[in-house]
């Protein structure tokens, strides 16, 4: 079972999540866990490192910015090396490039077509 | 003239010769004082009869009487001896007031002449000024029309320019305006897609849910379908949050770029400076995407509404968070890595005045520019960056609404503007 961290200050992004995948969470492929700042996302790392395997991260949050919450993720080496996801509504060139440099493995912008995201979580599970 | 010159030459020689006589032989008195006077007849008769010696002709007053008297006297000493004798003292007497005569015409008629020819050259020479004069009036009244023209033209030139003037001062005023509105729209136009994505998303989900539910039924499982119908409600709930949040952006946004009617209106002043404070963050972000920093607000739940024109107040508040993200953006970029930015908003109520204070830690204000702030077109930003009107403008919105407006910095740890309104 593939276990996702999502990183939204939006809330509803947990109702949406929850719904989109509500066939995959009854199924119990996939289960899901929220943050709504980096700070909490890295509260959870800490406490379940090596149990979220992959993480979805929005860029745009106040605090903490989703791209330097994949850095510090990258710096921790998390035992296996969780997949980062960075979710965005900013698609520009410039955000793209940090997040590959910084060693995001996906780049996906808002509004999130799920159709694409499950193919590519089935891909990487 | 010339032929005359010969002319008297020859008296002159004559009068020499007269003089050698006179002096070589004694006895010759009487004849060479006859010749002399003959000659000196001679001469006075040449004055007077020609038109050419005119001028000389008050020689003739001055030595005819002498003449006359020199003559008489040689005649009598001729005819009649003893009757000169007799009257020999009136005769000297006469022959030395002729003499005199003869001097005295002489200078006073030389001095007349000295005076009248002053006084001629006086003449001439006023009139020569008057000429001069006249001429350089003229040239001046020439330059005086040509400088009156000038002026009339650098008046209506300055007239001009000022019209301009007044015309680019409340274009910049507008721009400045449309600066802070297009530093709203890119924030704005995300703060909107947010909420729309949602209402697409959960529109979308909330139909594929009706088509499980529609199974559920089918297979009559009636709980199943009432939990979907649940979530399905909960969705059109968040779709309506959503569709309520995007249209007051929208609003928001509206009322931002009309000019202010100017009515005050009793407005909740932490929903204001929330709004403005999340616009502001979004706005700078999607201009600089390497923005970010952490917002601390701290609102007081007692303040309740106030009569302010929101839209103006809103504004102020909008400049003064952009001036903080800017200072901490600063300084980020200017340090370690450790430097964590924040901007702060803090409304308070005190018993007679409501206080929204916006501060920062960025480097600061420096105490030599600190009373310049204030100032329309003052700016420490590099050209391009900044009109310089933000804080002129807020000043002013800050009074039209009855407050105050306070700075507080130290160089190198912050700034805190504070906004007093009456309660």
């Known amino acids: ?55 979805l991260s929005d860029i745009n949050m106040p605090g903490m910015s989703g791209l330097e919450l994949l850095a510090r993720i990258k710096k ?42 499950k193919e590519k979580l089935n891909i990487n599970s | 003239m010339p032929q005359w010159n010969n002319k008297l030459r020859w008296f002159v020689y004559a009068g020499i010769a007269l003089l050698v006589l006179h002096f070589a ?32 002709r008050f020689l003739l007053t001055a030595v005819v009487p002498y003449l006359v008297v020199t003559a008489i006297i040689y005649l009598l000493t001729a005819i009649d001896p003893k009757l000169y004798n007799l009257w020999k003292p009136w005769f000297e007497a006469a022959n030395s007031f002729a003499v005199i005569w003869g001097f005295g015409t002489w200078f006073i008629t030389r001095r007349q002449r000295k005076e009248l020819a002053k006084a001629r050259e006086r003449a001439i020479e006023e009139e020569e000024n008057n000429k001069v004069i006249t001429a350089m009036k003229a040239q001046l009244e020439v330059q005086v029309a040509e400088r009156t023209q000038e002026l009339t033209q650098q008046k209506e030139e300055l007239e001009l320019a000022l019209k301009e003037l007044k015309a680019t001062q409340s274009q910049l005023i507008q ?23 949602f209402v697409n998303n959960f529109s979308e989900v909330s139909n594929e849910l009706i088509d499980e539910m529609k199974e559920e039924l089918a297979t009559g499982n ?6 979907i119908a649940d979530d399905i409600k909960q969705n059109l709930e968040k779709i309506n949050h959503h569709g309520k949040r995007a249209d007051a952006i929208v609003k928001g946004m509206l009322q931002h770029s009309r000019t202010s009617s100017g009515q005050k209106e009793p407005t909740d ?24 920093a952490e917002m601390k607000t701290d609102f007081d739940e007692n303040i309740g509404k106030i009569n302010i024109v929101a839209q103006d107040v809103g504004r102020v508040i909008l400049n003064l968070l952009t001036n903080a993200f800017y200072a901490v953006t600063e300084k980020k970029k200017q340090s370690a890595d450790g430097f964590q930015p924040i901007v702060s908003v803090i409304t308070k109520k005190s018993h007679d005045h409501v206080s929204i204070t916006v501060s920062d830690n960025g480097n600061g204000i420096p105490a030599a520019v600190q009373e310049k702030i204030f100032q329309p077109f003052f700016t420490t930003k590099p050209t391009g960056e900044g009109t310089g009107l933000g804080l002129s403008i807020s000043y002013e919105i800050i009074k039209t609404n009855g407050g105050e407006i306070y700075m ?11 906004i007093q309104l009456p309660a």
Do not use: C
Not at chain 1, 10 to 23: G, H, M, N, S, V
Not at chain 1, 91 to 114: H, Q
Not at chain 2, 271 to 285: F, K, P, W
């Open chain 1, 1 to 55: 079972m593939m276990k996702v961290l999502v990183v939204d200050d939006e809330r509803d992004i947990q109702a949406l999540f929850e719904q989109r995948f509500r066939k995959e969470i009854r199924n119990k492929q996939i289960e899901f866990e929220f943050a709504f700042s980096g700070e909490e996302a890295l509260k959870y790392l800490d406490l379940h490192g090596q149990e979220a395997v992959l993480i």
């Open chain 1, 76 to 117: 921790k080496h998390y035992m296996p090396p969780p997949v980062v996801m960075m979710i965005t509504a900013y698609g520009d060139a410039e955000n793209y490039k940090t997040a590959k440099e910084l060693g995001a493995d996906e780049f996906l912008t808002k509004p999130v077509d799920f159709k694409v995201l």
């Open chain 2, 25 to 56: 032989y004694r006895g010759s008195d009487v004849v060479t004082q006859w010749l002399a006077l003959l000659l000196l007849s001679g001469l006075m008769y040449i004055l007077y009869d020609n038109e050419v010696f005119k001028q000389a």
């Open chain 2, 175 to 197: 721009s400045e305006k449309m600066a802070s509105l297009g530093e709203l729209t890119a924030g704005i136009a995300h703060e909107i897609q947010n909420p729309l994505n």
């Open chain 2, 222 to 227: 009636q709980q199943e379908a009432l939990e």
């Open chain 2, 269 to 292: 002043i932490n929903a204001l400076a929330d709004e403005y404070l999340r616009l502001a963050y979004h706005g700078l972000r999607a201009k600089d995407k390497s923005f970010n």
């Open chain 2, 408 to 418: 507080q910095s130290k160089e190198g740890e912050g700034t805190e503007f504070t």
